[in-house]
């Protein structure tokens, strides 16, 4: 199994999400394509109602502690509640636009801090 799917399975399994997306980013950092060490993701689930934005990614990343902890270089993570992401999913397509469309999505739906 590789690492992306080692990020999915942990993810999935911590906070059974209605979406999930993770991309290796890797190639975008001076990486060789597929060389697993840069990677972002975006987590939709019902879990993080009235959670926030850092008890959210707190979460994650404790999730992900084994992969963090030398693995993977760089990680991002965009976290939403169902009520935000409703309806929303054409702001956020896959990478490379990722960022500027998260920007575009948060600017309409903030996210409670």
Not at 85 to 102: D, K, Y
């Amino acid at each position: 199994m590789d690492l992306k799917q080692q990020i999915e399975q942990k993810l999935i399994k911590a906070f059974d999400p209605v979406h999930l997306e993770v991309i290796d980013e890797s190639h975008e950092h001076k990486m060789p394509r597929g060389s697993q060490t840069n990677f972002s993701a975006v987590v939709v689930s019902e879990y993080y109602l009235g959670k926030s934005r850092h008890e959210r990614h707190t979460k994650v990343y404790r999730a992900l502690l084994k992969e963090l902890d030398g693995l993977i270089k760089t990680f991002t993570v965009r976290t939403y509640d169902t009520r935000q992401w409703q309806g929303r999913e054409c702001f956020l397509p896959s990478a490379p636009n990722m960022a500027v469309a998260t920007q575009e999505f948060e600017a309409v739906h903030p996210t409670t801090e």
